[in-house]
């Protein structure tokens, strides 16, 4: 079993999204609406600010990133600190925001939204391609998470943290999805999952908020490792490094007491540990 060891105290309030991209991981704070940066080589850290809560970020095929931020997708250029909106999101839902998102092969950009006080089943997915922002047809989810997509990408697992699962559904060459099918199902004593990432042998690793642990699963949905953290709230996981065989995990200590920080002092901070298995590069979303 990996040991993970801490490498960034940051006391994130949500870290979320890791991302590797040209030698660094990226990520962020959802709640304090902040992006970060990380060289492993070198040790620099960068940070830049948000206007608005931020779910993701995720490269471009023109230099830049997409941010998911509440209101909606917004084109990121750290070079310039400057955030532009290129797709609102669901005006008509104030309380929602943007959460989770992926990349798939082709370059479309699947993510997914959220009620931001985590009541309402307001959630949904979406898909964005070249400039067109579409309905994926799974909606009605109070905590959408994800998605993950595998390696061929032709699977997209979407995950609803409140139920404990995540599906499978087919993606057509067009990119509509088949119908979902249930994939795997955590129980609630074990934690919640949160943000998936799929490895180069298509297996699935799923970090559990409050479960105090990531998991990998096979791509039939079998249990295969466990890493265990010294925190509760694992939120996703990244691979990274010259061989990608390095994960990075994020966590959050959102909503804890000062007791419950006392007792994990280490919680909302940047993990790594080591993999046999590498993960994939993240494709580049299209924009044309």
């Known amino acids: 079993m990996a040991s993970p060891r801490n490498i960034w105290a940051l006391h994130a309030e949500l870290g979320e999204g890791p991302v590797w991209v040209d030698g660094a991981l990226w990520f962020v704070d959802i709640k304090l609406r902040k992006v970060y940066r990380l060289d492993p080589a070198t040790g620099e850290r960068h940070s830049w600010d948000s206007p608005e809560q931020v779910g993701f970020i995720l490269p471009t095929d023109d230099g830049r990133f997409i941010a998911g931020l509440q209101s909606g997708l917004h084109l990121f250029e750290p070079a310039r600190s400057r955030f532009e909106m290129l797709a609102e999101i669901e005006p008509g839902k104030p309380n929602n925001r943007l959460n989770d998102g992926v990349v798939d092969p082709e370059g479309r950009l699947w993510f997914g939204t959220m009620d931001d006080k985590e009541t309402s089943a307001s959630g949904a997915y979406y898909c964005f391609e070249c400039g067109t922002v579409s309905p994926a047809g ?16 032709t699977t997209l697992y979407p995950v609803d943290t409140l139920a404990g699962t995540i599906d499978a559904c087919r993606i057509g060459a067009d990119g509509a999805l088949g119908p979902s099918r249930p994939f795997v199902r955590i129980d609630a004593k074990d934690g919640h999952p949160d943000g998936p990432t799929i490895d180069s042998e298509g297996c699935l690793w799923i970090g559990l908020y409050g479960g105090w642990e990531a998991r990998r699963y096979s791509p039939a949905g079998a249990l295969l490792d466990q890493v265990r953290f010294p925190v509760a709230n694992i939120t996703k996981i990244a691979f990274g490094g010259d061989d990608l ?44």
């Open 245 to 288: 065989r390095t994960a990075y995990a994020t966590t959050a200590r959102q909503m804890l007491s000062p007791d419950d920080i006392a007792r994990q002092p280490q919680i909302g901070d940047l993990f790594a540990f080591e993999v046999e298995v590498p993960g994939l590069p993240c494709p580049k979303v299209r924009l044309s």
């Open 138 to 153: 799974l909606a009605g989810i109070t905590i959408t998470n994800g998605p993950a997509i595998s390696p061929d990408g």
